[in-house]
Protein backbone atom coordinates (compact mmCIF):
# COMPACT_ATOMS: atom_id res chain seq x y z
CA UNK A 1 0.00 0.00 0.00
CA UNK A 2 0.90 3.27 -0.66
CA UNK A 3 2.27 5.46 2.20
CA UNK A 4 -0.60 7.74 3.09
CA UNK A 5 -1.96 7.28 6.08
CA UNK A 6 -5.46 6.43 6.12
CA UNK A 7 -7.58 8.92 8.17
CA UNK A 8 -8.58 7.98 11.58
CA UNK A 9 -12.05 6.16 12.12
CA UNK A 10 -14.61 9.23 12.98
CA UNK A 11 -13.52 11.14 9.86
CA UNK A 12 -13.43 7.93 7.88
CA UNK A 13 -17.25 7.29 8.95
CA UNK A 14 -18.07 10.53 8.06
CA UNK A 15 -16.91 10.53 4.96
CA UNK A 16 -18.48 7.25 4.06
CA UNK A 17 -22.08 8.37 5.33
CA UNK A 18 -21.70 11.91 3.10
CA UNK A 19 -20.79 9.93 0.40
CA UNK A 20 -23.25 7.62 0.06
CA UNK A 21 -26.09 9.20 -1.34
CA UNK A 22 -25.13 8.49 -4.90
CA UNK A 23 -25.58 4.99 -5.20
CA UNK A 24 -28.36 2.90 -7.52
CA UNK A 25 -29.50 -0.45 -7.19
CA UNK A 26 -26.68 -2.81 -8.02
CA UNK A 27 -26.91 -5.89 -10.46
CA UNK A 28 -23.93 -6.90 -12.71
CA UNK A 29 -22.56 -10.34 -13.98
CA UNK A 30 -18.21 -10.07 -13.56
CA UNK A 31 -15.34 -12.22 -14.08
CA UNK A 32 -11.54 -12.54 -12.76
CA UNK A 33 -9.30 -14.34 -15.06
CA UNK A 34 -6.00 -15.36 -15.24
CA UNK A 35 -3.69 -14.72 -17.70
CA UNK A 36 -3.63 -18.64 -18.47
CA UNK A 37 -6.42 -17.91 -20.32
CA UNK A 38 -6.09 -15.25 -22.16
CA UNK A 39 -4.03 -14.96 -25.71
CA UNK A 40 -1.31 -12.54 -24.37
CA UNK A 41 -0.79 -13.85 -20.52
CA UNK A 42 -2.64 -10.33 -18.75
CA UNK A 43 -5.59 -10.99 -16.62
CA UNK A 44 -8.42 -9.70 -17.21
CA UNK A 45 -11.05 -8.03 -15.06
CA UNK A 46 -14.63 -7.66 -16.33
CA UNK A 47 -17.70 -6.19 -15.14
CA UNK A 48 -20.94 -5.92 -17.21
CA UNK A 49 -22.47 -2.99 -15.10
CA UNK A 50 -26.36 -3.26 -14.25
CA UNK A 51 -28.11 -0.10 -12.79
CA UNK A 52 -30.90 2.04 -12.00
CA UNK A 53 -28.56 5.12 -13.48
CA UNK A 54 -28.88 4.77 -17.18
CA UNK A 55 -26.43 8.02 -17.55
CA UNK A 56 -22.73 7.36 -17.04
CA UNK A 57 -19.21 8.95 -17.90
CA UNK A 58 -15.65 8.01 -17.37
CA UNK A 59 -13.36 9.82 -15.80
CA UNK A 60 -9.32 11.00 -15.02
CA UNK A 61 -8.34 11.58 -11.98
CA UNK A 62 -4.39 12.96 -11.69
CA UNK A 63 -2.49 11.72 -8.72
CA UNK A 64 -2.66 14.17 -5.85
CA UNK A 65 -1.47 14.85 -2.32
CA UNK A 66 0.30 11.51 -1.60
CA UNK A 67 -2.84 9.52 -3.34
CA UNK A 68 -2.77 7.82 -6.92
CA UNK A 69 -3.88 8.80 -10.29
CA UNK A 70 -7.02 6.63 -11.38
CA UNK A 71 -9.67 6.03 -13.86
CA UNK A 72 -13.21 4.63 -13.33
CA UNK A 73 -16.34 5.09 -14.75
CA UNK A 74 -18.62 7.29 -12.78
CA UNK A 75 -22.83 8.24 -12.32
CA UNK A 76 -23.51 11.01 -14.31
CA UNK A 77 -25.34 12.53 -11.11
CA UNK A 78 -22.75 11.80 -8.75
CA UNK A 79 -21.01 15.20 -9.65
CA UNK A 80 -18.49 14.78 -6.61
CA UNK A 81 -17.26 11.41 -8.74
CA UNK A 82 -18.03 9.97 -4.79
CA UNK A 83 -18.42 6.64 -5.87
CA UNK A 84 -16.24 4.66 -8.61
CA UNK A 85 -17.78 1.66 -10.23
CA UNK A 86 -15.23 0.12 -12.37
CA UNK A 87 -11.53 1.40 -12.26
CA UNK A 88 -7.63 1.06 -12.61
CA UNK A 89 -4.50 2.64 -11.02
CA UNK A 90 -1.38 4.04 -12.23
CA UNK A 91 0.30 1.13 -10.50
CA UNK A 92 -2.34 -1.08 -12.44
CA UNK A 93 -4.51 -2.36 -9.47
CA UNK A 94 -7.96 -2.85 -10.64
CA UNK A 95 -11.63 -2.78 -8.85
CA UNK A 96 -15.03 -3.83 -9.38
CA UNK A 97 -18.06 -5.34 -7.48
CA UNK A 98 -21.46 -7.09 -8.11
CA UNK A 99 -23.78 -6.32 -5.49
CA UNK A 100 -24.91 -9.56 -3.08
CA UNK A 101 -28.04 -10.16 -1.37
CA UNK A 102 -27.08 -13.49 1.05
CA UNK A 103 -24.52 -11.98 2.79
CA UNK A 104 -25.27 -9.57 5.51
CA UNK A 105 -27.49 -10.77 8.60
CA UNK A 106 -27.47 -7.68 10.89
CA UNK A 107 -29.26 -4.46 11.40
CA UNK A 108 -27.26 -1.90 9.99
CA UNK A 109 -30.05 0.76 8.41
CA UNK A 110 -30.23 1.28 4.89
CA UNK A 111 -29.35 4.79 5.23
CA UNK A 112 -25.92 3.37 6.24
CA UNK A 113 -25.49 0.72 3.11
CA UNK A 114 -24.93 1.08 -0.24
CA UNK A 115 -21.08 2.56 0.10
CA UNK A 116 -19.40 -0.16 -2.66
CA UNK A 117 -18.56 2.79 -4.69
CA UNK A 118 -17.20 4.71 -1.97
CA UNK A 119 -15.05 2.04 -0.93
CA UNK A 120 -13.44 1.38 -4.60
CA UNK A 121 -12.87 5.07 -5.04
CA UNK A 122 -11.02 4.60 -2.01
CA UNK A 123 -8.93 1.93 -2.81
CA UNK A 124 -8.37 3.51 -6.31
CA UNK A 125 -6.46 6.23 -4.61
CA UNK A 126 -4.46 4.12 -2.66
CA UNK A 127 -3.81 0.44 -2.97
CA UNK A 128 -1.36 -1.24 -4.96
CA UNK A 129 -1.78 -4.72 -5.05
CA UNK A 130 -4.76 -7.44 -4.39
CA UNK A 131 -2.95 -7.68 -1.01
CA UNK A 132 -3.07 -3.54 0.02
CA UNK A 133 -6.75 -4.04 -0.90
CA UNK A 134 -7.03 -6.89 2.04
CA UNK A 135 -5.00 -5.05 4.42
CA UNK A 136 -7.56 -1.99 3.46
CA UNK A 137 -10.79 -3.54 4.14
CA UNK A 138 -9.07 -4.74 7.41
CA UNK A 139 -8.43 -1.84 8.37
CA UNK A 140 -11.70 0.04 7.43
CA UNK A 141 -14.07 0.87 10.06
CA UNK A 142 -17.13 -1.12 10.83
CA UNK A 143 -19.45 -1.56 9.60
CA UNK A 144 -18.25 -1.23 6.15
CA UNK A 145 -21.74 0.15 4.65
CA UNK A 146 -21.84 -3.31 1.96
CA UNK A 147 -23.00 -6.44 0.49
CA UNK A 148 -21.13 -7.47 -2.00
CA UNK A 149 -18.20 -9.47 -4.20
CA UNK A 150 -15.71 -7.11 -4.99
CA UNK A 151 -13.32 -8.19 -7.80
CA UNK A 152 -9.47 -7.21 -7.69
CA UNK A 153 -6.46 -7.54 -10.53
CA UNK A 154 -3.25 -6.22 -10.00
CA UNK A 155 0.04 -5.65 -11.83
CA UNK A 156 1.68 -8.73 -10.62
CA UNK A 157 -1.18 -10.97 -12.20
CA UNK A 158 -2.77 -11.83 -8.77
CA UNK A 159 -6.51 -11.59 -8.47
CA UNK A 160 -9.33 -12.27 -6.14
CA UNK A 161 -13.06 -12.05 -4.94
CA UNK A 162 -13.50 -10.32 -1.51
CA UNK A 163 -17.16 -11.57 -0.56
CA UNK A 164 -17.58 -8.72 2.26
CA UNK A 165 -20.07 -7.71 4.07
CA UNK A 166 -20.45 -5.31 7.04
CA UNK A 167 -18.07 -6.84 9.76
CA UNK A 168 -16.48 -9.00 7.67
CA UNK A 169 -15.41 -10.70 4.05
CA UNK A 170 -14.14 -14.33 2.63
CA UNK A 171 -11.27 -13.83 -0.26
CA UNK A 172 -11.37 -16.53 -3.00
CA UNK A 173 -8.05 -15.96 -4.63
CA UNK A 174 -7.59 -16.83 -8.61
CA UNK A 175 -4.03 -18.38 -8.04
CA UNK A 176 -6.33 -21.45 -5.78
CA UNK A 177 -8.80 -21.66 -8.47
CA UNK A 178 -7.59 -24.71 -10.80
CA UNK A 179 -9.93 -23.75 -13.64
CA UNK A 180 -8.26 -19.84 -14.25
CA UNK A 181 -11.20 -17.95 -13.85
CA UNK A 182 -13.30 -16.71 -11.34
CA UNK A 183 -17.20 -15.34 -11.64
CA UNK A 184 -19.83 -13.65 -10.33
CA UNK A 185 -22.95 -12.20 -10.36
CA UNK A 186 -25.57 -11.24 -7.29
CA UNK A 187 -25.07 -13.70 -4.74
CA UNK A 188 -22.05 -14.54 -2.95
CA UNK A 189 -21.05 -18.78 -2.68
CA UNK A 190 -20.09 -17.67 1.39
CA UNK A 191 -23.37 -16.93 1.57
CA UNK A 192 -27.03 -18.14 2.77
CA UNK A 193 -27.75 -20.97 0.19
CA UNK A 194 -30.30 -19.98 -2.62
CA UNK A 195 -31.00 -16.65 -1.88
CA UNK A 196 -29.56 -13.54 -3.68
CA UNK A 197 -29.90 -13.23 -7.60
CA UNK A 198 -28.16 -13.51 -10.67
CA UNK A 199 -28.19 -17.68 -11.25
CA UNK A 200 -29.14 -17.39 -14.18
CA UNK A 201 -26.90 -15.45 -15.54
CA UNK A 202 -24.44 -16.87 -13.78
CA UNK A 203 -25.18 -20.20 -15.95
CA UNK A 204 -25.28 -18.05 -18.67
CA UNK A 205 -21.64 -16.93 -18.23
CA UNK A 206 -20.12 -19.81 -17.46
CA UNK A 207 -21.77 -21.45 -20.67
CA UNK A 208 -21.21 -18.80 -23.20
CA UNK A 209 -17.50 -19.04 -21.70
CA UNK A 210 -16.74 -22.60 -21.62
CA UNK A 211 -15.19 -22.95 -25.01
CA UNK A 212 -13.20 -19.83 -24.76
CA UNK A 213 -11.66 -21.17 -21.34
CA UNK A 214 -10.95 -24.34 -23.08
CA UNK A 215 -9.24 -23.30 -25.55
CA UNK A 216 -7.77 -20.62 -23.32
CA UNK A 217 -8.05 -18.04 -25.99
CA UNK A 218 -10.46 -15.26 -24.02
CA UNK A 219 -9.91 -11.76 -24.83
CA UNK A 220 -11.53 -8.55 -23.57
CA UNK A 221 -13.66 -8.18 -26.97
CA UNK A 222 -14.84 -11.75 -25.97
CA UNK A 223 -16.61 -9.37 -22.94
CA UNK A 224 -17.58 -6.28 -24.81
CA UNK A 225 -18.32 -8.20 -28.36
CA UNK A 226 -19.64 -11.48 -27.48
CA UNK A 227 -21.05 -11.91 -24.00
CA UNK A 228 -22.04 -9.10 -23.63
CA UNK A 229 -24.64 -8.53 -26.65
CA UNK A 230 -25.60 -12.43 -26.78
CA UNK A 231 -29.10 -13.02 -25.55
CA UNK A 232 -28.75 -17.15 -24.42
CA UNK A 233 -30.80 -18.06 -21.55
CA UNK A 234 -29.63 -21.09 -19.60
CA UNK A 235 -32.35 -21.88 -18.21
CA UNK A 236 -34.30 -22.79 -21.14
CA UNK A 237 -31.28 -23.77 -23.50
CA UNK A 238 -31.73 -21.45 -25.80
CA UNK A 239 -29.83 -18.31 -27.83
CA UNK A 240 -32.55 -15.79 -28.50
CA UNK A 241 -30.00 -13.93 -30.40
CA UNK A 242 -31.33 -14.40 -33.81
CA UNK A 243 -34.35 -15.80 -32.90
CA UNK A 244 -37.92 -14.12 -33.16
CA UNK A 245 -38.61 -10.80 -33.46
CA UNK A 246 -40.09 -10.01 -29.77
CA UNK A 247 -38.75 -11.21 -27.15
CA UNK A 248 -38.96 -10.87 -22.97
CA UNK A 249 -36.13 -8.53 -21.38
CA UNK A 250 -35.48 -11.45 -18.53
CA UNK A 251 -32.09 -13.22 -17.12
CA UNK A 252 -30.35 -12.52 -20.29
CA UNK A 253 -26.49 -10.81 -19.02
CA UNK A 254 -27.45 -7.82 -21.81
CA UNK A 255 -30.64 -6.34 -19.83
CA UNK A 256 -32.83 -2.92 -20.26
CA UNK A 257 -30.82 -1.48 -17.28
CA UNK A 258 -27.33 -2.82 -18.67
CA UNK A 259 -25.42 0.57 -18.38
CA UNK A 260 -21.89 -0.77 -19.75
CA UNK A 261 -19.44 -3.60 -20.18
CA UNK A 262 -16.25 -3.33 -19.09
CA UNK A 263 -13.07 -4.82 -18.98
CA UNK A 264 -9.69 -3.58 -17.38
CA UNK A 265 -6.53 -5.22 -19.34
CA UNK A 266 -3.82 -6.00 -16.81
CA UNK A 267 -0.04 -5.73 -17.54
CA UNK A 268 2.52 -8.75 -17.50
CA UNK A 269 4.62 -9.06 -14.33
CA UNK A 270 7.56 -6.69 -14.81
CA UNK A 271 5.43 -4.56 -17.29
CA UNK A 272 5.22 -0.66 -17.03
CA UNK A 273 1.56 -0.64 -14.87
CA UNK A 274 0.29 2.65 -16.68
CA UNK A 275 -0.18 0.86 -19.63
CA UNK A 276 -3.05 -1.38 -17.84
CA UNK A 277 -5.77 -0.92 -20.72
CA UNK A 278 -9.70 -0.15 -19.30
CA UNK A 279 -12.08 -1.32 -22.62
CA UNK A 280 -15.50 -0.03 -22.42
CA UNK A 281 -18.74 -0.37 -24.17
CA UNK A 282 -20.26 2.94 -22.80
CA UNK A 283 -24.33 2.98 -22.17
CA UNK A 284 -26.35 -0.46 -23.43
CA UNK A 285 -23.67 -3.04 -24.48
CA UNK A 286 -25.62 -4.59 -27.38
CA UNK A 287 -26.06 -0.55 -29.02
CA UNK A 288 -22.47 0.77 -27.59
CA UNK A 289 -19.02 1.26 -29.54
CA UNK A 290 -15.78 0.34 -27.61
CA UNK A 291 -13.22 2.43 -26.72
CA UNK A 292 -9.94 2.35 -24.78
CA UNK A 293 -8.84 4.21 -21.80
CA UNK A 294 -5.06 4.78 -20.08
CA UNK A 295 -4.00 6.99 -17.04
CA UNK A 296 -2.20 10.30 -18.57
CA UNK A 297 -2.88 12.93 -20.26
CA UNK A 298 -5.70 12.02 -23.32
CA UNK A 299 -6.15 8.52 -21.62
CA UNK A 300 -9.97 8.73 -21.90
CA UNK A 301 -11.69 9.94 -25.07
CA UNK A 302 -13.57 13.14 -24.66
CA UNK A 303 -17.05 11.83 -25.97
CA UNK A 304 -16.63 9.30 -22.58
CA UNK A 305 -16.24 11.86 -20.23
CA UNK A 306 -19.16 14.03 -18.75
CA UNK A 307 -18.95 16.95 -20.88
CA UNK A 308 -23.11 17.38 -21.20
CA UNK A 309 -25.42 19.57 -19.40
CA UNK A 310 -26.35 16.91 -17.44
CA UNK A 311 -22.93 15.76 -16.59
CA UNK A 312 -23.46 13.03 -18.72
CA UNK A 313 -21.10 11.44 -21.81
CA UNK A 314 -22.02 12.32 -25.17
CA UNK A 315 -21.61 8.48 -26.15
CA UNK A 316 -23.54 7.54 -23.46
CA UNK A 317 -26.34 9.86 -24.53
CA UNK A 318 -25.69 8.73 -28.08
CA UNK A 319 -26.56 5.09 -27.07
CA UNK A 320 -29.16 5.80 -24.49
CA UNK A 321 -30.88 7.12 -28.37
CA UNK A 322 -30.11 3.81 -29.54
CA UNK A 323 -31.26 2.07 -26.63
CA UNK A 324 -34.69 3.64 -26.35
CA UNK A 325 -34.89 2.00 -30.53
CA UNK A 326 -34.59 -1.07 -28.86
CA UNK A 327 -37.51 -0.79 -26.67
CA UNK A 328 -39.89 1.28 -28.32
CA UNK A 329 -42.99 0.09 -27.82
CA UNK A 330 -43.86 1.83 -24.27
CA UNK A 331 -47.81 0.64 -24.06
CA UNK A 332 -48.70 -1.67 -21.11
CA UNK A 333 -45.91 -4.22 -20.71
CA UNK A 334 -44.45 -3.80 -23.98
CA UNK A 335 -41.42 -1.87 -22.51
CA UNK A 336 -40.58 -5.36 -21.12
CA UNK A 337 -39.66 -6.63 -24.42
CA UNK A 338 -36.92 -6.59 -26.81
CA UNK A 339 -37.65 -5.69 -30.10
CA UNK A 340 -34.30 -8.13 -31.38
CA UNK A 341 -34.89 -6.68 -35.11
CA UNK A 342 -32.78 -3.86 -33.60
CA UNK A 343 -30.36 -5.23 -33.05
CA UNK A 344 -29.94 -8.69 -35.39
CA UNK A 345 -31.95 -8.71 -38.76
CA UNK A 346 -31.77 -10.54 -42.03
CA UNK A 347 -30.72 -7.29 -43.82
CA UNK A 348 -27.94 -7.20 -41.34
CA UNK A 349 -28.17 -3.42 -40.59
CA UNK A 350 -28.81 -4.49 -37.05
CA UNK A 351 -26.76 -2.24 -34.06
CA UNK A 352 -25.09 -5.81 -33.27
CA UNK A 353 -24.28 -6.50 -36.68
CA UNK A 354 -22.99 -2.94 -37.58
CA UNK A 355 -20.82 -1.87 -34.06
CA UNK A 356 -19.18 -5.32 -33.71
CA UNK A 357 -16.51 -4.93 -36.78
CA UNK A 358 -15.93 -1.34 -35.97
CA UNK A 359 -15.16 -2.28 -32.29
CA UNK A 360 -12.72 -4.86 -33.53
CA UNK A 361 -11.16 -2.03 -35.34
CA UNK A 362 -10.95 0.22 -32.33
CA UNK A 363 -8.95 -2.64 -30.19
CA UNK A 364 -6.67 -2.70 -33.98
CA UNK A 365 -6.09 0.68 -32.76
CA UNK A 366 -6.15 0.70 -29.41
CA UNK A 367 -3.15 -2.00 -29.14
CA UNK A 368 -1.05 0.35 -31.92
CA UNK A 369 -1.95 2.86 -29.29
CA UNK A 370 -0.81 1.15 -26.18
CA UNK A 371 2.71 0.32 -27.98
CA UNK A 372 3.22 3.71 -28.77
CA UNK A 373 2.75 4.78 -25.29
CA UNK A 374 5.01 1.69 -24.15
CA UNK A 375 7.65 3.49 -26.65
CA UNK A 376 7.49 6.98 -24.55
CA UNK A 377 7.25 5.04 -21.42
CA UNK A 378 10.56 3.80 -22.56
CA UNK A 379 12.21 6.82 -23.39
Known sequence: ???????????????????????????????????????????????????????????????HDG?????????????????????????????????????????????????EGVVMRYALERCTTVDDFERLLNQLPKPLGVETNFGVIDAQGHGAYFETGNYS??????????????????????????????????????????????????TPAVFTEVISRTFFHSLQGQDFTHSERWVVDQDYIPRAISTASVVVE???????????????????????????????????????????????AVQCDRVNKREAEVFHNRRGNGKLYIDMSKLYNSQGTGYCQTLVPRNMEAYRQGAAERERRRALLNK
Open 67 to 115: LLEFVALFDARDTRDTAAWTGFNERGFAIMNTASYNLNHDTVSARDMDR
Open 169 to 218: YVKYDLADEPSGILTRTNYSLSGRPDEGGGYIRHENEKQLLAPYIEARNI
Open 266 to 312: GVLPGENPRLTTMWIALGYPPCAETFACWVGDGGVPLELTGTTANHC
Open 1 to 63: MTATRLPRTKRLTALLMMLAAFVAGQACTSAVVSGRLTVDGRPLLWKHRDTGCQDNRVERHPA
